[in-house]
């Protein structure tokens, strides 16, 4: 007769179901927190709307439309992975919740894995709701939406870890002043609303080796001029991607 081995196996439960939990989590944290509801979609919609309707910034020849939308659908994605995320991160660390996921077997890669699948998870909806607005508004894209794909992955790695070491390094009333000031300086300086031929010369190439203007050029470059991936973009971003969560993943604190 067989008799059922009862004896508790005490451990903890592997990586990935881990970091799937950790997901789930954070994605309801997101979407329950309207201040980043406001920041991730609400502001980049009302840009998109404002931007393509009304005449208040010379883009060149073309629907205003076309130039705009891959701009927002970067700002999207700057706003969620970086932005929101450092700020609800840096709160986490202010009010003990890091402190207490430090006690578990979630590793710091853990936890930036889950945080940036949450971040994922939150941008399908964000690139659906803008696309659908845009094209509402006229825009038709030139390219294939997936080559688009790798410059978005990759936009979110470098903003997410950009995110994470602000916010596992400074205080969280230091990340909030500091992440809203990024974003007001990247939506400015990036390219995602004005061009970049609006800039002196003599600072445009500093300027495009941002993150932001990396991300907006080659999905501008892809969904309005019609091209393949862009190697430049692309290298750009995966460099910005490897040194933040290098660093964040060293120095990262959970309180």
């Known amino acids: 007769m067989t008799t059922l081995d009862l004896t508790p196996a005490p451990g903890a439960a592997p990586l990935p179901r881990m970091v799937l939990a950790q997901t789930g989590a954070e994605i309801r944290a997101m979407l329950r927190n309207g201040e980043q509801l406001l920041l991730t979609m609400i502001i980049p919609v009302l840009l998109l709307v404002g931007f393509s309707a009304a005449p208040l910034v010379d883009v060149g020849g073309g629907p205003r439309v076309n130039f705009i939308a891959p701009g927002v659908l970067a700002l999207a994605v700057m706003s969620t992975a970086f932005t929101g995320q450092a700020i609800a991160t840096g709160f986490e660390r202010r009010y003990g919740v890091l402190k207490r996921l430090g006690a578990t077997p979630l590793s710091r890669t853990g936890l930036m894995l889950a945080k940036t699948l949450a971040v994922v998870a939150v941008e399908i909806i964000q690139v659906a709701v803008i696309s659908g607005v845009a094209l509402a508004l006229g825009w038709r894209p030139a390219g294939s939406p997936l080559a688009a ?34 974003y007001l300086v990247l939506l400015g300086c990036g390219g995602v609303i004005f061009p970049m031929s609006k800039f002196p010369d003599s600072v445009q190439p500093v300027l495009e080796l941002l993150p932001i203007s990396a991300l907006t050029g080659g999905l501008r470059s892809v969904l309005t001029e019609g091209t393949g991936l862009p190697v430049a973009a692309a290298a750009i971003l995966a460099g910005w991607a490897a040194v933040s969560l290098l660093i964040t993943s060293r120095t990262f604190r959970w309180e």
């Open 149 to 182: 794909l790798p410059l978005i992955l990759l936009g979110t790695a470098a903003f997410s870890g950009l995110g994470l070491l602000m916010a596992g390094t400074l205080r969280a009333e230091a990340t909030l002043a500091g992440a809203n000031l990024v």
